[in-house]
């Protein structure tokens, strides 16, 4: 899940022409054909395929499910990795599907396309969640539609439609299309599982409860994850109370912290950068078991305020490219229906204020005002009218019968900064007798890919019945 829209990833190009922009979007309003022909997308490399190691390539899906012979067709790319010191064909190892979270997520989140299998750079692993999972299983994941190498949007277009954003590139979609690549990809009757992973929770519920889709996993793993019908509102203030609580965790931890992050921040300010970057480090709270991540935070302020202009603008680069228009777009939609992260956030920084000194995820959002281009404009007439619900989600209800029918583990990570724990205490809705279980696991908001993670989801693939 990704909130912290980068400021730098929303500037419009100087000179750009700026469209007449409606003051609301129509988001009940089905896009025309020709709407969806109008989308623009960036080129992909023509060496995307391109791997020693990973089984590659693209499958091909409508746009619109509803009107497949007529819609535009989108490549979606994906990837299958071997288990370690195998092939990806090699079945003794079982396949694990992983969708992404975001929205709006990349597989390179999850392992650089670069990653190189026989000689890892120390950056290469610090930057791979799946070499855990991978020393037990086959991962099958791809890139989530509009992004990385599946028909990437181009979101500098001056003319994308919000409408059409929000309707064709959403969970509903990602499931059909993981249906298609897991039909093209997985031979019929071998058994798999999936593990959704934080926003994949909605992904992960679509891909259970619709009619089209049949290809089911053996086992389903919601991890760390959002799940449908909860209070918007009630989820981002338990998200925001995880997050102060983990800073005086921090600072119990590091004593001499709030001094560092002083100093990172006038380091930023001589530089030229805002000193506000310094809250671009909120979304390493939490992240590992409690004694290891906060040295560890520790460490990387130390490593940024010994870092030059160039060292500290590669920070920024990378932080921007870590959510943009797309996710904002999409998170209105998907995460907070009603609200947008602008609105969310205005809200929220009253109800739980943070001491200066605190890592605080909302501080892009309350100081971003739009630019002089088209953006700003586009941003305003999104959080005058956002996406309302979906009326298509499945009910509590049926989500449950389709629970009922198979295997189901819910995780959570201790110290999450993204699923606050009062939140997380909606999953006794989704409990089914002798079908679903709730597991709490340490590592935060990424611990299934941690080696107890992993063990965890060995060990409960390992007590299902038999495959028939």
Known sequence: ?????????????????????????????????????????????????????????????????????????????????????????????????????????????????????????????????????????????????????????????????????????????????????????????????????????????????????????????????????????????????????????????????????????????????????VNYLWDSLGKGPAGRWEPALREKVRGLLRSDRNGLREFLDREALKADLLNYILSAKELSPGFTDRTLAAIVVKRIPFEDWMLDEEWTLVRMQGDAGWVGPMLDALDRAPPPLDPSFPSMAEIRVRLAGGRTLFTLGEGDAFIGEAASGRLSGFAVDGRTRVQVLPGGHSAIFLRSGVTALASWIASLPPVP
């Not at 990653?115 to 991962?139: C, I, K, N, W």
Request: glycine share 6%; hydrophobic share 40%.
């Open 1 to 277: 899940m990704l909130r912290a829209l980068s400021l730098l990833a929303l500037l419009a190009l100087p000179g750009e022409a700026v469209p007449e922009l409606p003051r609301t979007f129509d988001f009940s309003a089905v896009p025309s054909l020709e709407e969806l022909r109008a989308v623009k997308f960036l080129a992909v490399p023509g060496n995307a395929t391109s791997s020693s190691f990973e089984e590659r390539g693209f499958v091909s899906v409508p746009m619109d499910y509803a009107r497949r012979s007529e819609s535009p067709t989108l490549r979606i790319f994906y990837r299958l990795m071997p288990a370690r010191g195998s092939t990806a064909r090699d079945a003794k190892a079982p396949i694990v599907v992983v969708i992404n979270g975001g929205p709006a997520a990349p597989s390179s989140v999850y392992r650089p396309y670069d990653y190189d299998y026989e000689r890892p750079t120390a950056h290469m692993r610090q930057h791979d969640l799946l070499g855990e999972m991978l020393s037990r299983f086959r991962v099958l994941i791809i890139d989530q539609r509009g992004t990385g190498r599946s028909a990437p949007l181009d979101m500098s277009d001056p003319h994308v439609n919000p409408v059409v954003v929000a309707r064709y590139f959403d969970s509903a979609h990602h499931a059909l299309d993981h249906q298609e690549v897991i039909r093209a990809v997985i031979p019929a009757g071998e058994p798999f599982y999936m593990v959704a992973q934080s926003y994949a929770g909605l992904i992960g519920m679509r891909y259970l409860t619709m009619p089209a889709i049949t290809r089911q996993p053996r086992g389903l793993v919601f991890s760390s994850s959002t799940l449908p019908h909860l209070d918007t509102l009630h989820a981002f203030e338990a998200r925001r109370k995880e997050q102060r609580a983990l800073n005086l965790q921090l600072l119990a931890a590091a004593p001499d912290i709030k001094p560092l992050l002083a100093r990172l921040r006038s380091h930023f300010q001589e530089n030229g950068f805002d000193p506000g970057s």
